[in-house]
């Protein structure tokens, strides 16, 4: 059974800073974009970072400059850096990982990410 597992959140001030980490196993990591995306109650579940299996890297505006993913294959691992939290960065964290040509997509349990202001 594949399994996203999601570590680094917890509560911040603003300004802070945290590291998401997600941890994959059972699938073959290297071959799916892997993407971060947040919720918060009441609103759609939306894409805060995609790194793609080849390397290619996209933002919400909100986060450019702020955010950095990036993507360890030999760890089979996808970091999320959160430099300069905002308080409306708060909401749930989910890693999903994706592959259109096999139709596989995969979902973490999400962590919550708390910034005070």
């Known amino acids: 059974q594949v399994q996203l597992v999601e570590s680094g959140g917890g509560l911040v001030q603003a300004g802070g800073s945290l590291r998401l980490s997600c941890a994959a196993s059972r699938i073959i990591f290297s071959i799916y974009d892997m993407g971060w995306y947040r919720q918060v109650p009441g609103k759609q579940r939306e894409l805060v970072a995609v790194i793609s299996s080849v390397g290619s890297i996209n933002y919400v505006d909100s986060v450019k400059g702020r955010f950095t993913i990036s993507r360890d294959n030999a760890k089979n691992t996808v970091y999320l850096q959160m430099n300069s939290l905002k308080p409306e960065d708060t909401g749930v964290y989910y890693c999903?990982?994706?592959?259109?040509?096999?139709?596989?997509?995969?979902w973490g349990q999400g962590i919550q990410v708390t910034v005070s202001s």
């Open positions: 999903n990982a994706d592959n259109r040509r096999i139709a596989h997509n995969y």
